[in-house]
């Protein structure tokens, strides 16, 4: 194939997954974020309290102590994780891979689910702080869907895992909670 046909090949390819692109929505019917998870984030959310890194802090010398939900991303494939690199989280917090997804199966809608129940102890008024990294809607579509199933004492800990690090606050290496 001739190179100007090969580049013109790749301009029309280019064009139509571009269009495609701007062809999809970003919310689902019931309001979820569902694509471009790594994109500036609302100021607010319906049902928590946005919290800083200092109001993080003073949350966890509270009692009852909040539960810290991570929810950032984990690659799956064939029944399992895969750890195709490292990741951290701050320290006792719980990793709920995918939950943040816009789009749940019903398969991973009861590992959320049964993971709060379990972490919870059943207190729907048990303090949640969900977070992922800065610029980030996983966390924000996981608040979302903990109201949903009941929990009343929600935060966001909005600029999440990029925020705790520029404060030079420690991490720990983190390993998803077992699905299913």
Request: proline letters at 7%.
């Amino acid at each position: 194939m001739p190179r100007a046909l090969q580049t013109l090949a790749l301009l029309s390819l280019s064009l139509t997954l571009g269009m495609a692109q701007a062809d999809t929505p970003l919310f689902s019917a019931d309001g979820y974020r569902t694509s471009l998870y790594r994109s500036p984030t609302p100021t607010q959310v319906e049902a928590a309290q946005i919290i800083d890194t200092q109001g993080l802090q003073a949350l966890l010398q509270t009692q009852p102590k909040p539960l810290l939900i991570d929810v950032y991303r984990r690659q799956w494939l064939q029944g399992r994780f895969i750890d195709s690199e490292p990741h951290a989280n701050l320290p006792g917090s719980h990793w709920l891979a995918n939950t943040g997804d816009g789009e749940l199966s019903p398969e991973w809608q009861h590992y959320f689910s049964r993971y709060l129940q379990k972490l919870s102890a059943g207190n729907r008024q048990q303090p949640l702080v969900f977070y992922c990294r800065a610029d980030c809607w996983l966390s924000w579509n996981a608040v979302k869907r903990a109201a949903a199933l009941g929990y009343t004492s929600l935060y966001w800990y909005r600029d999440g895992l990029d925020a705790w690090e520029a404060a030079g606050l420690p991490v720990v290496a983190a390993q998803p909670e077992a699905f299913p």
